[in-house]
């Protein structure tokens, strides 16, 4: 492993580039658009006498058992999920659920705008939005699901973690675990189709990519995590993966906020890596106390939560006001055509078709200048910074301060 952990990144870094090369030049993104939009189209149409038949059985029971069930597997649920998580001793399966959060969301979201192809019509098909989450998610284009690809992934992972790190498990136990993690899966799956979010081939093709990216996690996360804490660069190795991951990100047919969701776990991932990389030998290792251990204790654990969630928050404010006024000073010192959506009144002014390229297309063409005229949207860094110091301070500053109050 120590030999293949200098070649990865580079080749990773490289990889991408090529890519973001290749599709610029070749129009990539609409040729693949071209050959999958019109047969999903058409599955998702022809999926509509099911769904149908699925919510004919609709019920207000229903509808609130599965809107919970969307929510306990969504990205917001487990932004608040992850850092109790860290707190409570089990950094190792923390941070990995992290990046892999991080990777099922960009996959997730940029096969969706690559494809373009549109959700269930509604009507005829009842469309169930409890939350505001879920309005959101109504937002962006169907296919696949990323609840059932993020269910797949992260309860795959966690069966996982269980296996191998606690062997002594008989064959009835592992069973029970295989058990649940399919519930799970299906029952999301049922309720993507039942609240009307999604089609069939929408569940399908949501599970299908989920367990692809599953098996390429269990091969990879080794040699991440590994290099996350022994690694050279890190930080600089990260935030360029960052940077073109962004400029990597196809662009949808029509506007949608997946890549506003991507920009903000990747700032989560980017402070979660630089933060284990300072600090792991501090509050990280694998000898930490866990939770239930005379070590921590539940009411000791408590007093983590009740002095971390507010941390973090305060964290998270700053964060965001002092990225608002730091980047548009160094995006005019650097000569940097910028605009914004909604965080810099003073810099919006640009109609809804140039913010949208700002932040979705054309980043090739911007980072050599053939496009002058356009500008970027200054909210997709402030969102990233403001995401990635919410998180450094998960790892970093909040676990400094239960050093400091014996937590």
């Not at 991080?102 to 959700?119: E, H, L, Q, T, W």
């Not at 999301?188 to 599953?214: E, K, N, Q, T, W």
């Not at 204790?297 to 928050?313: D, K, Q, S, Y």
Request: glycine residues 8%.
């Amino acid at each position: 492993m120590e030999g293949g952990v200098p070649f990865w990144p580079a080749l990773m870094l490289s990889s991408i580039l090529g890519w973001v090369v290749a599709s610029s030049s070749f129009d990539l993104t609409r040729r693949v658009r071209a050959l999958t939009q019109p047969w999903v189209t058409r599955r998702v149409l022809a999926d509509t006498p099911s769904i149908l038949r699925v919510q004919r059985f609709h019920h207000g029971f229903l509808d609130s058992m599965f809107s919970a069930l969307s929510c306990v597997v969504s990205v917001p649920f487990y932004t608040g999920f992850l850092p109790i998580l860290f707190w409570s001793g089990h950094s190792k399966l923390a941070r990995q659920m992290t990046l892999l959060i991080a990777f099922c969301d960009y996959m997730g979201n940029s096969i969706k705008d690559v494809v373009s192809a549109p959700r269930p019509s509604c009507p005829p098909v009842r469309r169930v939005t409890a939350t505001e989450d879920e309005k959101a998610n109504a937002m962006e284009y169907g296919l696949p699901s990323s609840h059932c690809l993020n269910t797949v992934c992260l309860s795959g992972y966690m069966l996982h973690y269980v296996l191998a790190h606690y062997p002594q498990r008989d064959g009835v136990d592992t069973a029970i675990w295989v058990g649940l993690v399919f519930l799970s899966v299906m029952l999301i799956g049922v309720g993507r189709v039942y609240l009307g979010m999604h089609s069939l081939i929408d569940v399908v093709a949501g599970i299908s990519f989920g367990l692809v990216i599953l098996a390429f996690w269990l091969m990879v996360h080794g040699y991440v995590d590994e290099f996350i804490i022994y690694g050279q660069n890190v930080a600089y190795f990260w935030a360029s993966l960052s940077l073109l991951m962004s400029f990597a990100y196809p662009n949808p047919e029509l506007p949608t906020p997946s890549f506003e969701y991507h920009t903000a776990f990747n700032g989560v991932a980017f402070g979660i890596v630089t933060g284990i990389q300072q600090t792991y030998l501090h509050y990280h290792h694998d000898n930490v106390p866990r939770i239930f251990s005379p070590q921590l204790p539940v009411a000791v654990f408590v007093g983590r939560v009740l002095v971390g969630i507010p941390t973090i928050l305060i964290v998270k404010f700053c964060s965001k006001a002092i990225a608002k006024w730091l980047l548009p000073i160094v995006c005019n010192t650097l000569g940097i055509p910028i605009v914004s959506s909604c965080y810099v009144p003073t810099l919006k002014g640009s109609d809804s078709k140039d913010k949208s390229d700002g932040k979705q297309s054309g980043y090739l063409q911007k980072l050599v200048a053939v496009f002058p005229h356009k500008a970027y949207d200054v909210d997709t860094g402030i969102r990233f910074l403001q995401y990635a110091g919410l998180a450094w301070s998960v790892v970093d500053l909040v676990p400094s301060l239960f050093s400091h109050l014996n937590l």
